[in-house]
């Protein structure tokens, strides 16, 4: 049980809330954003939504009901809602004169790389643009999502922490014969880092054949990376040549200490390899961090520095910290 509050402007920021394919057309699903329960559920154009879960007449979740043209329905009373929020229907009483204070609030919701998205207030940065995922000829793959029990700051540091390959992830992401971190550095411009690493990494493995460095024994990968804050990494990776691949990935902060993890990857090459071997391999580095994380104390990144003991080649979360305080995210 947390006690620790997440910080207001975090409303202000465009989430994850789940895969759009697991939001169906005709019936509601259920997300926790920042301590907030959600009723998610798509009119008949498609168009997604994001209200409140909360029925003001009893306080009965509405994800629990169904839709009906084009409103979510109550399935204790059967009041209907549209998709401002307002209350349309009463079926207890005759008296056509709805209450004002028949509403549910309403979200910023939007559809955009497979995921979707919600803004709990006006947001204030936009999403991140990944022309690869939109043009058609990359390979686009989702894989989990990745439920932790850890602050979402926490599950993007990992990501993008170069000092832990060799060890979490020894013959999988990291050699552990090759474990100094190169020279990098960090620029901030706005809400967005910006780095590039051209880092050791250890050779295709037999189990999951998912990176181009073939034929190489002691292979180095070039890194661009975009964070942009607070949690979303957009990851742009190759090695010399023309194949590549794009990470996306970012976490969706649930509660102070609950966050779940989705990455997106998208490559120009090996386009028929089935989506179960990136997805595989995925599971298993992300379930080789989990424990790792889900062990850090505190749960959430500490934004003062002198909380921890910061070296040369921990650029980023140095960065990552500042940065965040200097947009009041922290
Ligand atoms: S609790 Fe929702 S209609 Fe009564
Ligand atoms: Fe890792």
Redesign the pocket.
């Known amino acids: 049980m947390t006690t620790k509050t997440v910080n207001p402007k975090l409303r202000n920021c465009w989430h994850p809330v789940g895969y759009a394919n697991t939001l169906p057309a005709d019936a509601p699903t259920h997300a926790k954003l920042l301590d907030e329960h959600i009723v998610l559920w798509r009119s008949k154009d498609g168009t997604p939504h994001a209200q409140r879960d909360l029925?003001i007449?009893?306080?009965?979740a509405l994800s629990l009901g169904w839709v009906k043209d084009d409103c979510i329905v109550?399935p204790?009373?059967?009041?209907r809602y549209d998709e401002t929020g307002q209350c349309v229907e009463i079926p207890q009483t005759e008296n056509p004169n709805i209450p004002t204070k028949a509403r549910t609030p309403t979200y910023r919701c939007q559809e955009r790389y497979g995921l979707i998205w919600v803004a709990l207030e006006e947001p204030i940065y936009d999403l991140p643009e990944i022309p690869e995922f939109e043009d058609g000829s990359w390979k686009i793959v989702d894989t989990g999502p990745y439920p932790w029990k850890s602050d979402a700051s926490r599950q993007v540091e990992n990501f993008t922490d170069f000092g832990h390959f060799p060890w979490v992830h020894p013959g999988l992401l990291g050699d552990v014969n090759r474990p100094v971190v190169p020279d990098y550095s960090v620029e901030i411009k706005d809400h967005v880092l910006h780095y590039t690493v051209v880092r050791p990494e250890a050779p295709n493995s037999d189990d999951f054949p998912v990176f181009a460095n073939e034929d190489v024994q002691t292979p180095e990968r070039r890194s661009r990376y975009e964070l942009h804050l607070p949690y979303t990494i957009v990851l742009r990776l190759g090695w010399g040549g023309a194949k590549g691949m794009v990470y996306f990935f970012v976490s969706q902060p649930i509660s102070a200490d609950a966050c779940q993890g989705y990455c997106i990857i998208g490559r120009n090459y090996d386009l028929d390899q089935p989506d179960t071997v990136l997805q595989g391999f995925e599971d298993t580095i992300f379930d080789q961090d989990k424990r790792i994380v889900e062990s850090q104390r505190p749960e959430m990144v500490p934004f003062d520095l002198a909380d921890e003991l910061h070296l040369k080649f921990d650029a980023v979360a140095i960065n990552y910290r500042k940065a965040m305080g200097q947009q009041g995210l922290t």
Request: proline share 0%; charged share 10%.
């Open positions: 029925c007449h009893r306080g009965t109550c204790y009373h059967g009041w």
